[in-house]
């Protein structure tokens, strides 16, 4: 199998973009989240300064982590290319199994090949290209050292976002207590501007 680390291509790259640009166009309600927002935007930078890797999102279920997140990934996708060359998101399935991870991560690449070791090539890939990853609901230390030990973020050009439920399993991953954000429960103001955006789209864009 030959391999080339110029991941990028012009047929992928278009797909993803259209994607995030269709996703960005009805997301609209990240004005109550913009200081969370911020906070990514200044991991990022730290990230990319001081060398560092990992990134932990946490927060209790349904709080709204995955949507920040992706918010932040899809315009960082849009309006920052020439940062990375790839992006990927995997959600973590249980039982977890990092072969399936790691599949799952190549085929989020759109490199769903025929290999004989996914977990070499993950790692060589996150190596030899800067690729924003984002490895969603992570629900334990375990899975993170499996996973760590895979990828070898230490080694790799990539940024790594990290979404857990658990505040103890965000600080055990990210690679500074700067690099951990907590997203909580909105202002009361703030949630009340959500739930009247929210019936407003929902009466102007009925679901179908």
């Known amino acids: 199998m030959s391999y080339s680390s110029g991941l990028s291509s012009d047929r992928v790259l278009i797909t993803k973009q259209d994607i995030a640009r269709s996703w960005m166009e009805q997301f609209t309600l ?25 990134i932990s999102v946490c927060g209790i279920p349904g709080i709204g982590k995955s949507e920040l997140v ?61 690729c924003f990853v984002v490895i969603d609901n992570v629900q334990s230390n375990q899975e993170w050292d499996l996973i760590k030990h895979a990828l070898k973020p230490e080694d790799s050009r990539s940024v790594i976002i990290v979404i857990t439920n658990e505040a103890t399993i965000g600080k055990y991953c990210a690679d500074s207590d700067e690099l951990i954000i907590n997203v909580t429960c909105l202002e009361p103001k703030a949630a009340i501007d959500l739930f009247e955006e929210v019936c407003f789209l929902t009466r102007n864009f009925p679901l179908l």
Do not use: T
Not at 97 to 115: E, G, K, P, Q, T
């Open 30 to 54: 990240i004005g109550v989240r913009e200081s969370q927002l911020n906070e990514l935007r200044y991991c990022m930078a730290q990230s990319r300064f001081n060398d560092l890797k990992v």
């Open 70 to 130: 992706r918010y932040f990934y899809y315009n960082r996708m849009l309006e920052g290319r020439q940062l990375f060359h790839q992006y990927a998101w995997v959600n973590v399935s249980h039982p977890f199994n990092i072969r399936n991870f790691c599949r799952s991560l190549l085929s989020d690449l759109h490199l769903a090949m025929v290999v004989k070791n996914h977990i070499q090539l993950c790692r060589r890939l996150l190596k030899e290209n800067r």
